[in-house]
């Protein structure tokens, strides 16, 4: 066996001498020349991830690798996944050491370079106590069992992280030691895995490689092209699996039944592997993989996988119509990679449609992975405006989603105090845990947390595409899934793929399909429409300073999406158009409008202006969105009612719903009763509209029992709230916190109408505006303490008022009925009389009692030990009610309603949803006769 071994050694250095490595002729720009715009979403995202990458504390990082090596252990371990009795413990510390390396570079602060220094000396004293090489927070018999096909979790999947942590310190950090402790950590691991192929044959260690090992054949490559050790390159070629690379060379589909993101992470090896040695195979499979995984395996979020596994091929509908399974699909550590598979794509390539993919991919699989805002921040939203005006250096000043709804938020402190170790809160896999995965473990994970708050260390694990689920968010400190590492690593590089670059001279790869005009000039990519700024070295042009250079030579090519409307689309430089860019996107979304199921990045392409630029020239771009559908990547006829909504780029999930069902008015409904929708998918864009913010308040009841207001803004008042149909004061829904929309209504005009000899003022828009502003409601030209007719309709469910319930007498939220014998009672039961309430003011917040009109006398009182509002019960006083400042003050960023002809949805970019239940998929059913509707209560 060792002959064999020689032989493979010799042979892979001669491929290694005789190959030619082909670094891509399109290349990024360093993280430290381009700058997030402050008050973009990118950067709030950036600077969440920041805070806790610095607030985490050094020595409870270490405590395990410390406690591994016999060393001192100042303070205690962190829980979940690096508590002291978990198998993978010290994997999060790889990812920790690459995104502080990333903040490093991209803000040049010093808290991050020392942060980098400090981590990387403490754990060489952890390697030098070993003495052998070996570095990890878990002992050296993990692998002796794995060696002997013993359970054991994942041990090459922490190694491969913590290696390129050390990696990313070296190139990125400038760090001393990390390159030489990568060095040795390849030397005892490679010295391990050789030792078992020459005992036991080149078939036993790949049975080893049944356990999922990260992507060792990726650092190790990239140690290769760093070290030019040709032992690096061979040691790498033994983590490449046969048995998935070679189908992958040839074009065949392997993927069905393997666990997600051990395989991506390997194709990330085959990426390393062509760029590194010029392997023609090597890129062979992975262009096949991608095209693969798009085809047939993809969500139309860009991410694929449940149960963290690739199903058959176009079957999509598995995961969908399963409850669990659709609670648990799109691991985010495989969004991570994916991603990072199409950047590489890209720099040998060149193909707008990667960029397109990638863009779909990051705003809907990564944005929104960060709890960064809780359901009443709605922060700007800084993406894909209608125009985007530009400067040739590249200061974007990109607009925002619905600028005129949106108000400015997000969580914002300057610390971030550490709680304590939970004991015992780690989870390590069981006893006869064998390959792969933990069977119970996603599962357990989509279940926990889902009502943590927002701020730094709240991440999540899956993002859910089924009917009517919500996010299962993570704790700070006592959480760290594998998808924490990949998530500190994608928010910290956020600025790493929106700009790209040629220079002349880099002969464009084998591969290419990119712009090949006017090759001998320098040219500019803008991939990504994200606001930001980048300041280009080697021409002197710089972001929103003055560049070296009166002039400079360079092609800009700009991406014109897929997802635009062609016709509309429209470039200018200083005012002059470019009409061929205007055409070619024109005839290219004429024709991606025709795709089903999704062909990511169709139309897709890049359009090329000017080469002279000069300081103060402006680009601006017109890229209006279409509203699109797009089935389900699902073969089976049956399946193909199934369909997203797309909204540019952005999947639209529905997060609440109205209207009528099998004949009969819904009551109520959020989307996890139903995703069934009457409309035309081939004309969406006719039904969905911009929904109206005004009138947005909170109704602060003064007496109530329960001030407990779990994620809501503080408020003076205990505040009404809805649950699926039912109101309280203060408290949550059913245990759970719920969505600050559930505690905002609509002020609008009384649904009774405004008749001749009404009791009272209708509330004109005016009059409902200065009700929203209680402290000038009442003062000179304001409403002159008279009583006012109003209705309150429910911000987070269209169609759906306050209600006085004419048998119970309670206040419940129900639909308002159609036209009929019915429409008029129920109408005077939805509108109150709002009569001023003089000297029971508090602060600035008016007070007021409700009479529904439906019971004239009456009024509305605190019922049910104070919990809940009625016209009837022991209560003897009517209940004063403060219209309060809005719990959200406008409905999530990209918000759009839906008016289907059974029911209205609330469509908002999943990426922008944090606490709501929402619904990624819906059924289109054909049309049918609602008939008319008889229905009381």
């Known amino acids: 066996m060792a002959a064999r071994t020689g032989l493979l050694l010799v042979g892979l250095v001669l491929l290694a001498i005789a190959a030619v490595a082909d670094p891509p002729h399109i290349q990024g720009f360093s993280l430290a020349v381009v700058q997030l715009a402050a008050d973009g979403e990118f950067a709030d995202n950036f600077n969440m991830t920041s805070q806790y990458l610095l607030a985490l504390e050094p020595d409870r990082l270490l405590f395990n690798f410390r406690k591994n090596a016999g060393l001192p252990t100042p303070g205690a371990s962190y829980g979940g996944w690096e508590w002291s009795e978990s198998e993978v413990r010290g994997q999060f510390i790889g990812h920790y050491m690459s995104a ?55 041990p090459y999947y922490v190694i491969h992280k913590i290696m390129a942590g050390l990696l990313d310190q070296h190139q990125l950090a400038g760090t001393d030691e990390a390159l030489k402790m990568a060095e040795q950590m390849a030397s005892y691991f490679c010295g ?160 707008p449609a990667l960029a397109d993919f990638y863009e779909r991919a990051i705003l809907n699989d990564v944005i929104g992975i960060q709890k960064i805002r809780d359901s009443a921040d709605n922060p700007q939203h800084s993406h894909h405006a209608h125009r985007h005006p530009h400067p040739p250096h590249m200061a974007a000043h990109l607009g925002q989603l619905n600028a005129d709804q949106e108000a400015h938020g997000g969580w914002r402190r300057d610390t ?20 792969v995965s933990w069977q119970d473990d996603p599962y357990a994970a989509a279940h926990a947390n889902s009502v943590q708050p927002a701020g730094p260390g709240v991440y999540i694990y899956y993002l859910p595409l089924g009917v009517g689920h919500d996010k299962n968010w993570g704790t700070p400190w006592d959480t760290f899934w594998c998808c924490y590492g990949t998530a500190v690593e994608s928010f910290s590089s956020l600025a790493g793929s929106i700009y790209f670059k040629h220079m002349p001279g880099t002969a464009p790869s084998a591969s290419s399909s990119g712009p090949t005009a006017a090759e001998d000039l320098p040219q500019l990519f803008v991939n990504q429409m994200v606001s930001s700024s980048v300041h280009w070295r080697e021409l002197g042009v710089e972001g929103s300073a003055n560049g070296d250079k009166p002039q400079a030579q360079f092609v800009l090519n700009w991406r014109v999406p897929g ?323 809005p719990a959200a003050s406008s409905y999530p960023p990209g918000a759009r309603l839906l008016h289907g002809r059974n029911r209205d949805y609330l469509l908002v970019p999943i990426g922008q949803i944090m606490s709501e239940h929402y619904t990624a998929y819906f059924n289109f059913i054909e049309d049918q006769d609602q008939g008319s509707v008889e229905l009381g209560w």
């Open 100 to 154: 502080v390396a990333f903040a490093a570079l991209h803000t040049g602060r010093t808290e991050f370079y020392d942060r980098s220094k400090l981590m990387v000396h403490e754990l060489k004293k952890v390697q030098d106590a070993f003495g052998n090489g070996y570095l990890s927070a878990f002992p050296e018999s993990h692998f002796d069992r794995l060696e002997a096909l013993q359970p054991v979790w994942a």
């Open 192 to 351: 391990r895995a050789q030792r078992v192929r020459e005992n036991n044959g080149e078939d036993y260690w790949y049975r080893c490689l049944e356990n999922e090992f990260g992507g060792m054949n990726e650092v190790l490559y990239n140690l290769f092209a760093v070290t030019a050790d040709d032992h690096h390159a061979e040691c790498a070629h033994w983590f490449d699996k046969p048995v998935f690379y070679r189908p992958l060379v040839e074009g065949t589909d392997p993927l069905p039944g393997l666990h997600a993101n051990t395989h991506l992470a390997q194709v990330q090896g085959f990426a390393a592997r062509y760029e590194h040695l010029g392997d023609e195979e090597a890129m062979a499979a992975v262009r096949n993989f991608f095209a693969l995984i798009l085809q047939h395996h993809t969500f139309s979020t860009g991410g694929s996988n449940w149960y963290e596994r690739w199903g058959n091929e176009d079957s999509l509908a598995e995961a969908i119509n399963n409850t669990d399974a659709s609670r648990i699909t799109e691991e985010s550590c495989t969004q991570y990679n994916i991603l990072k598979l199409a950047r590489y794509l890209f720099r040998h390539t060149g193909d």
């Open 416 to 435: 971030l105090e550490a709680a304590p170790a939970a004991p015992g809160s780690g989870l390590a896999r069981p006893a006869n845990y064998q390959i």
């Open 563 to 885: 997802w635009a409307k062609g016709d509309e689309v429209m470039l200018r430089v200083n005012g002059k158009e470019y009409l061929e860019c205007a055409q070619g996107a024109a005839a290219a979304a004429h024709d991606a409008l025709g795709f089903q199921p999704p062909q990511f990045g169709a139309g897709a392409r890049f359009c090329s202006l000017g080469s002279t630029w000069s300081d103060g020239d402006v680009v601006e771009a017109d890229m209006p969105m279409w509203v699109v559908t797009e089935d389900l990547n699902d073969s089976r006829k049956a399946m193909q009612s199934l369909k997203a909504i797309m909204m540019g780029p952005f999947v639209m999930a529905g997060v609440l719903l109205c209207g009528v069902a099998a004949g009969r008015w819904l009551a109520w409904g959020l989307t996890h009763d139903t995703r069934d929708l009457v409309a035309d998918p081939a004309s969406i864009e006719k039904v969905v509209s911009v929904p109206d913010t005004a009138g947005f308040v909170s109704l602060g009841v003064a007496g109530a029992s329960n001030s407990t207001e779990p994620q809501l803004p503080a408020a003076p008042f205990p505040l009404l709230r809805h649950c699926n149909g039912s109101l309280s004061v203060g408290g949550s829904c059913g245990g759970w916190p719920g969505s600050a929309l559930d505690a905002t209504f609509k002020l609008v005009a009384p649904l009774a109408g405004c008749q001749d000899g009404a009791p009272a003022g209708c509330a004109s828009p005016h009059a409902r505006q200065l009700l929203t502003q209680p402290a000038v409601a009442f003062s000179d030209g304001g409403l002159n303490q008279e009583p006012q007719l109003v209705s309150f309709a429910a911000a987070s469910q269209p169609c759906h008022y306050l209600t006085i319930d004419p048998s119970s007498g309670k206040l419940l939220l129900r639909q308002q009925l159609p036209a009929g014998a019915a429409s008029q009672a129920s109408a005077a039961a939805q509108t109150f009389l709002l009569r001023p309430q003089a000297g029971m003011e508090e602060g600035d917040h008016m007070a007021f009692t409700l009479e529904p009109l439906s019971q004239p006398g009456t009024s509305v009182r605190l019922v049910e030990h104070g919990q809940e509002l009625g016209v009837q019960g022991a209560a003897t006083d009517a209940a004063i009610i403060h219209l309060v400042p």
